[in-house]
Structure formats: structure tokens, C-alpha cells
């Protein structure tokens, strides 16, 4: 049912909006949900296969037209949406459809709409215009479906609309925003807890429970809340520019007062049949008294009566304006205090506004800014240039000493060392993730110092597991188990197959010694480091898409008490008389060059 707006405050009237969608059936929020959510569904898996997909260069032209296609879609059924919206308020009924009136939304949403692709963003670059330029868009959308307009006449009443009430777009935008930051921030909070709510009520950790704090630190999850975000706004920004157009045009065509009179009719409607029927009923009795040329009918002033009596009802008292209420006679203290300190605000906002318009009047009198009735006259005076250019090199003086004073301080702390961490290796709760690779290899080294091998070798595997979780080979969490991450590891780096078996060789080193009773040797540390610098060349060689150097072979093998032999991550090269030298996780070359070459396997 139509209801009159009276105001237009960008508080009431965002208010307004929101009780203009509450009164809206279900199909009108359906329409909205079935042009919307398929293209937020095809906007994410489109962001999905750009950002992360290998063929995301050989597939861009077919995606990028299907989206180009979803938004022709959506903006379709979001004018559908905003007519549905306006007809609502003017309290009409909803019009049969038509090919002519499909086509008509086609035309004026494809020609618009696109264009606020580019606009949009440059308006928004240039502060000034943003808020005109979305209310342009906005109220295309808004007139699109309107009855026998054209193409050409819906843009001009989007534009003219567009330049009302400039400060209440302005306001009602900025409130729109901050609206906006709070949905995204309950969204994306409710996105985090909802897999840890799961798994504390259902017992099931799924990989996004597991991930903890890394499930919100990616661009997709990004794009999921503010997708989501824009789904709930979006609808309450349409319906604030449909009553805002409803308004602009109803000073002009009075439709405001139509709708009103269509609402009262409709209220009056149901009383009027009742009092109708009753003076039939009436007019059909016999009367009892003389008989007379009026009797049996209901005079103007009894009607006007029963109409006033059915209005006075509690369901339509609401619509009544409501009556100015009288002094109270009596007031408590505690009013009486709240009255006073409203009225001392409002007297400190007076003040500062006052002395604000002081100070502008100042700064104007200062760089000789003229004044309305001076524009006419001399051209501003050089101090207002001198200080401009003042401010100007100020400006950038400071950005220059600021990046100077940052370099210094990214130089000071690549220079400190690094300081020594403390950490109990006895502790099975520890992670790897605790600390950096280079701190464990580093805490190995002194454990070796120490000739404490076993802890040197714990230390080791931990530097492992935390340069794989900094590679992206696995994910290093408190739960997992070593045969966890070995699936985890088999599943991540097949293009290189060589890493498993060095990394299971590792496991079960480490495993012999920590777990059982199996004596560290030399040799042992040797093999282990071998095995990682191996890991180390076949990662980075994946990442750098080369072929890693002797990756026919395996492992690298040592005995307790003999020398140990070229591992996998060796190649030996073998001149005409050249000798040959090989370390852990080199490269071996020769200085005479040769055509034979031998890996480690052979």
C-alpha cells in the first residue's frame, strides 16, 4: 500500500528506504536474488581462474564474455527490481509484460550501465562528482522500467534527477559507506568463526579450521565478503535512489499526492461498503413511522461521521499526524538536567561553528581571496602564490626525508644480527612455524658445537618442515603428523618426484633417533643435511620452471665410519686431467674441461 513521504532528510529518507523494502512481497526481493546472484557466482569463480588458474590467459576471452553477459543479466532485473519498488509507492498495479517493455529495459540498461565501468572510478578519483555520478546510474536503473518512456527520455530524467538535493546524496552516501565497512567486518568475522564454530560442534576440522588466521589472508576471501557485502546493500542503495526519483518527479507531477489518495481510497473502501449495505438494508425496511420521501436514507453528515468514527480505529490512527504535545506542568530533575545540557551543546556547537566562519573569513582576508561582490576585480594577491608553493616544497620535503629515514632503518636492521632464540627442543609442542628456517639451522649448528647430535638433528627437521611451509609444500600445523605430511608433500610437488623420497629418508632418520634408541652419528648429520639441500635445489628449481641438476638420482647415502659418497644433489664433472671436487649439496666442477660427465647414480 502507498504511504505519502514527507521529508527529505537523508536520514528519513534512508529510513524510508528501509521500510519501502520491508513492505515489498517476495517476488520483488526474488527478481533482485535471480539477476544478482548469478553474477556475484560468476564474478568469484571468474576472480578464481584469473588469479590462480594456469589457463587463465587461454580461457580470459570466453570468461570475460560470460561475465560481460551475467552483467547485462543483472542490470536487466535490477530495473525490474527498482520499477517493481516504484510502482509500489505510487500504488498501482503491476503492468503486463511484453516484448516492447523487455526490449525498452534491454536497450536503456545496456546502453548505460557499461559506461558506469569507467565513470564511476574516475568520478570517485575526483571526489566532486562521485556522488552526482552515482546518482545518475542509479537512477537509470530506477527509470528504466518506466511506462512509454524512451531510451533518450530516461536519461534525461536519470540527469535532472540526478542534481536534486545534492547535499542529501552527499550525506546519505557517506552514511551508505560506513553502512557498508560495518556489513563487510560482520561478514568477514562470520566467514572466520563459522569453520571453527564447526569443528567446536560437530567435532569435523576441515582444512579451513586448520588453516586458522592464513583462511582470511588471501585476496579470495576478500572478494567472497565483499561480494556478500554487496548483495546486502546493494538492494537498500536502489531503493533509497527509486524513492529519491518517486520524489524528484512528484514536484513536478504531484504523484505523491496521487499515490495518497489511492492509499486513503483503498482504506476507505472496505467502511464504505459496510455503511452502503447497511443503508440498503435500511432503505428495504418497512417504516414504522409516517411515511415520508426521505425516510430510509443516510444523510452527508451521518456518512461523514461513520467515516470519521472507522478512521479513528486503531488501524488507521497511525497514518494521523501526530498532535503537539503540551508543557508539561511539572518536570523531573533529572529532565530538567538533560534539557540544560542538550541547550549548552547546542550553544558550544554555535560557538564553534562561529568561531570556525571567523577563522575562513580570516584566511581569506589573508591570501586576498575575494569576496562575492569583488570577482570582478584584481587578480589574488602573490602571497596566496608564495604560500602555495611554500606548502608545496614542504610537502615534498617531507615525503623525501620520510623515504630517506626508511631506507635507514631497513639498513640498520639487515645490518643487526639476528638474535639467538631460546627454545627447548624437548618439548614436543613445539612448531616449525615459530621460528625462521635459517634460526634452526643456525640452533643445529651450536647443538653440533655442543656434540649433542640428537638434538641437532631435531633441530634440523624442524628447519625442514619450516622451510617446506615457507616454500608452499605444506602447511605446518600443531596436529599434523609426519605421515600427514608426507601425503600432503606427494600431492604438492608432483612435477618434482625426487622431493618425497629424500624427505620420507629425513622422517625416518629422524624418527630412528628421537623415537627409538638409534645413536646419531656424524655420518647421519651429514646424510640429513644433504637431503635437505637436495629438497632446497628441487624446490627452487620448480619455482625458477629449470630442470634441477642430477635429478636421475636419489638420496644421498653415508656410512657411519667411511667417507660418504656424491648424494643427489651432486653432479661430478670430469675433465681430460682435471680433479674433481664435490661438497654436500653442490655442484661439483672441474678447472680442465672434458667431455665426460658421471652423476651420483652412476
Known amino acids: 500500500m502507498a504511504t505519502p513521504i514527507r521529508t527529505t532528510g537523508p536520514v528519513e529518507m534512508l529510513e524510508e528506504s528501509v521500510h519501502l523494502l520491508r513492505r515489498a512481497p517476495a517476488a520483488t526481493v526474488a527478481v533482485y536474488l535471480v539477476g544478482s546472484v548469478p553474477f556475484l557466482v560468476g564474478f568469484l569463480f571468474f576472480w578464481t581462474e584469473m588469479s590462480s588458474s594456469r589457463n587463465a590467459e587461454a580461457n580470459s576471452f570466453a570468461e570475460a564474455f560470460g561475465m560481460a553477459l551475467l552483467f547485462v543479466w543483472m542490470n536487466w532485473w535490477k530495473a525490474v527490481f527498482a520499477g517493481r519498488l516504484r ?43 562521485a556522488a552526482l555520478a552515482c546518482a545518475f546510474f542509479r537512477n537509470v536503473t530506477a527509470l528504466a522500467d518506466s511506462e512509454g518512456s524512451r531510451p533518450a527520455e530516461v536519461v534525461g530524467q536519470a540527469r535532472r534527477q540526478a542534481s536534486l538535493w545534492q547535499a542529501q546524496n552527499w550525506i546519505a552516501l557517506a552514511v551508505l559507506v560506513v553502512f557498508s565497512l560495518v556489513v563487510f567486518l560482520n561478514v568477514a568475522l562470520t566467514l572466520v568463526l563459522l569453520p571453527q564454530l564447526a569443528r567446536i560442534l560437530t567435532g569435523y576440522e576441515s582444512e579451513f579450521a586448520r588453516s586458522g588466521a592464513n583462511f582470511a589472508l588471501n585476496w579470495t576471501f576478500f572478494a567472497v565478503a565483499a561480494g556478500i557485502t554487496w548483495l546486502c546493500v546493494d538492494p537498500f542503495t536502489q531503493a533509497f535512489y527509486v524513492l529519491r526519483c518517486f520524489l524528484g518527479q512528484a514536484l513536478g507531477t504531484g504523484e505523491d499526492l496521487k499515490a495518497e489518495l489511492r492509499a486513503l481510497r483503498r482504506a476507505a473502501a472496505l467502511p464504505l461498503l459496510v455503511v452502503a449495505m447497511l443503508g440498503l438494508a435500511a432503505w428495504n425496511c418497512p417504516a414504522s413511522g409516517p411515511p415520508d420521501g426521505g425516510a430510509g436514507r443516510i444523510s452527508a453528515a451521518a456518512l461523514d461521521r461513520s467515516i470519521d468514527q472507522v478512521l479513528a480505529q486503531p488501524a488507521y490512527r497511525w497514518r494521523m499526524p501526530r498532535p503537539a504535545s503540551a508543557p508539561h506542568a511539572f518536570a523531573s530533575a533529572f529532565v530538567r538536567f538533560t534539557e540544560r545540557v542538550v541547550e549548552a551543546l547546542r550553544s558550544a556547537l554555535r560557538f564553534v561553528g562561529k568561531w570556525v566562519k571567523r577563522f575562513f573569513h580570516w584566511l581569506r582576508d589573508l591570501f586576498g581571496s575575494p569576496t562575492p561582490e569583488d570577482r570582478s576585480g584584481p587578480a589574488p594577491s602573490r602571497l596566496l602564490q608564495v604560500s602555495l608553493w611554500f606548502l608545496a616544497a614542504l610537502a615534498a620535503g617531507a615525503g623525501v626525508a620520510l623515504v630517506v629515514r626508511s631506507r635507514r632503518r631497513r639498513a640498520r636492521r639487515a645490518a643487526e644480527p639476528a638474535p639467538a632464540a631460546t627454545v627447548d627442543l624437548n618439548d614436543e609442542s613445539l612448531v616449525a612455524s615459530q621460528l625462521p628456517e635459517e634460526t634452526w639451522l643456525a640452533l643445529a649448528g651450536e647443538w653440533i658445537a655442543k656434540q649433542d647430535l640428537r638434538m641437532a638433528l631435531r633441530a634440523l627437521y624442524l628447519g625442514t618442515l619450516a622451510y617446506m611451509g615457507r616454500s608452499g609444500l605444506v602447511t605446518v600445523h600443531a596436529c599434523k603428523s609426519n605421515r600427514e605430511y608426507e601425503t600432503e608433500l606427494r600431492r604438492t610437488s608432483r612435477a618434482t618426484p625426487q622431493v618425497p623420497p629424500l624427505f620420507r629418508a629425513n622422517v625416518g632418520s629422524f624418527e630412528r633417533s628421537w623415537y627409538g634408541r638409534h645413536e646419531v652419528s656424524a655420518g647421519d648429520i651429514g646424510q640429513f643435511r644433504a637431503n635437505l639441500d637436495r629438497i632446497r635445489l628441487e624446490a627452487t628449481a620448480q619455482a625458477l620452471g629449470v630442470a634441477a641438476p642430477g635429478e636421475a638420482g636419489g638420496p644421498a647415502t653415508a656410512g657411519a665410519s667411511g667417507p660418504s659418497t656424491a648424494g643427489a644433489s651432486g653432479v661430478t664433472t670430469a675433465g681430460a686431467g682435471g680433479a674433481t671436487t664435490t661438497g654436500a649439496g653442490g655442484v661439483a666442477t672441474a678447472e680442465a674441461s672434458g667431455p665426460t660427465t658421471a652423476g651420483a647414480s652412476q
Open 87 to 129: 510502482r509500489q509507492l505510487e500504488g498501482v498495479e503491476e503492468p503486463r509484460w511484453s516484448w516492447r517493455r523487455a526490449w525498452r529495459i534491454l536497450v536503456v540498461q545496456s546502453s548505460a550501465q557499461p559506461l558506469k565501468l569507467v565513470l564511476l572510478p574516475a568520478a570517485a578519483a575526483a571526489i566532486l562528482p
